[in-house]
């Protein structure tokens, strides 16, 4: 197959005409990037931010244009927009988002067929949450719960190594993905389309459109939990995910030690900010077991993550131990719920998705609304 190059991509979208000014989107200075790899190819739009939604439509065409170049696969158009900074008294700080009701409220993302849409979130990186993310859903697969993982850590995506996964996400109607299966899971990824080594340079909207889009744009189906693999932090892509999606919760996932405690707490907390349940917080790396000899050494501390949880009045869903079989099934791209699935460690993920699931059945009461965002 010819490879795509960026010129012809760019000689398509000269095709493209913005209906308000008359000129293609690359005579206004609109296209701000281009990728591509393997028939797969990303276009960057810079958009007036005033202009945003009216500008779907286009955003449209730029895509429909693309997929019409012989030999693309899958284009997807993003729009960013650099916002002026809002306005600040002497007396207040830089105006933020709220909570709360009114008519600045975003639009809502739904997914059709998917029941119940779980965020595991932690507050820092290098803690574990993404191996976390995928044993979690294989317990879920494997106690019978029709389970789809999503990687939305767009600047470092676990999924496509943790799930050996190699190949192209294809599509039938050049608009809609079809997820990868693994393991019993439909999973998507941006790591999916781009290439391993090919560094994220993406600005917080990107970020979030391209998040949307992993969302709107995947043939999903009818799924019982949807579970969302997030970046570490508080930044845009959770607030889109908290802000725009009807999330049945989140679980936090923390290691034992004080410092990681402390973001982890910052997480739970945005998470109540925006009023999405937290279903609780996973101790990882709790203890060190010798592969050897066995012996139990509590490297990082231990129980810190379960005081946490019951001094903020949120369920412990278990510790996870830091042992060598876990580390080496996930960089194998066989993760320890599945390479073993009768070890002690695949029933803890097995156990902790078990609870999960029995807050998601016995406690909710029906999808949770967006929150409303006002801007004072």
């Known amino acids: 197959m010819a490879e795509i190059t960026e010129s012809a991509v760019r000689g398509v979208l000269e095709t493209v005409t913005d209906p308000a000014t008359g000129k293609n989107v690359v005579a206004l200075g609109m296209v701000s990037g281009i990728a591509t790899r393997g028939?797969?190819?990303?276009?960057?739009?810079?958009?007036?931010?005033?202009?945003?939604?009216?500008?779907?439509?286009?955003?449209?065409?730029?895509?429909?244009?693309?997929?019409?170049?012989?030999?693309?696969?899958?284009?997807?158009?993003v729009m960013t927009a650099e916002r002026p900074a809002p306005p600040s008294s002497p007396n207040r700080g830089p105006s933020?988002?709220?909570?709360?009701?009114?008519?600045?409220?975003?639009?809502?993302?739904?997914?059709?067929?998917?029941?119940?849409?779980?965020?595991?979130?932690?507050?820092?990186?290098?803690?574990?949450k993404s191996t976390t993310a995928v044993n979690l859903a294989l317990g879920l697969a494997v106690n019978g719960v029709a389970t789809g993982l999503l990687d939305a850590d767009i600047y470092g995506p676990s999924m496509p190594r943790m799930l050996a996964v190699k190949e192209k996400p294809e599509s039938a109607d050049g608009k809609m993905l079809k997820p990868i299966?693994?393991?019993?899971?439909?999973?998507?990824?941006?790591?999916y389309i781009v290439s391993e080594d090919t560094p994220m340079i993406w600005r917080g909207p990107m970020v979030s459109s391209a998040l949307e889009q992993m969302l709107r744009d995947v043939q999903w189906g009818e799924l019982d939990v949807l579970v969302v693999d997030m970046p570490p932090g508080?930044?845009?892509?959770?607030?889109?995910?908290?802000?725009?999606?009807?999330?049945?919760?989140?679980?936090?996932?923390?290691?034992?030690?004080?410092?990681?405690?402390?973001?982890?707490?910052?997480?739970?907390?945005?998470?109540?900010?925006?009023?999405?349940?937290?279903?609780?917080?996973?101790?990882?790396?709790?203890?060190?077991?010798?592969?050897?000899?066995?012996?139990?050494?509590?490297i990082f501390g231990h129980g810190g993550a379960h005081e946490e949880a019951d001094k903020l009045g949120v369920p412990f869903l278990g510790e996870v131990p830091l042992?060598?079989?876990?580390?080496?099934?996930?960089?194998?791209?066989?993760?320890?719920?599945?390479?073993?699935?009768?070890?002690?460690?695949?029933?803890?993920?097995?156990?902790?998705a078990g609870r999960v699931w029995k807050q998601l059945t016995v406690n909710q009461r029906g999808p949770r609304p967006a929150p409303r965002i006002v801007m004072r």
Request: proline content about 8%; aromatic content about 2%.
């Open 323 to 352: 042992h060598l079989d876990i580390r080496t099934t996930s960089d194998s791209g066989h993760p320890i719920v599945v390479a073993k699935p009768d070890s002690p460690h695949a029933q803890v993920y097995r156990n902790i």
């Open 181 to 191: 299966e693994r393991y019993g899971l439909r999973t998507m990824s941006i790591g």
């Open 39 to 77: 028939g797969h190819v990303a276009v960057t739009l810079e958009v007036d931010p005033a202009r945003g939604p009216a500008l779907e439509p286009l955003r449209q065409a730029c895509e429909q244009a693309v997929r019409a170049i012989p030999g693309v696969l899958s284009a997807t158009a």
């Open 96 to 128: 933020r988002p709220r909570t709360g009701h009114g008519p600045a409220a975003p639009n809502r993302i739904d997914v059709p067929g998917v029941k119940h849409i779980i965020a595991v979130a932690s507050g820092k990186g290098g803690v574990g």
């Open 234 to 298: 508080t930044g845009d892509a959770q607030l889109t995910l908290a802000q725009r999606v009807a999330l049945s919760g989140a679980v936090i996932v923390s290691t034992p030690q004080d410092i990681a405690l402390v973001d982890a707490r910052k997480g739970l907390s945005m998470f109540r900010k925006v009023a999405v349940p937290v279903l609780g917080i996973v101790e990882n790396m709790s203890y060190f077991l010798c592969p050897k000899c066995g012996e139990r050494s509590e």
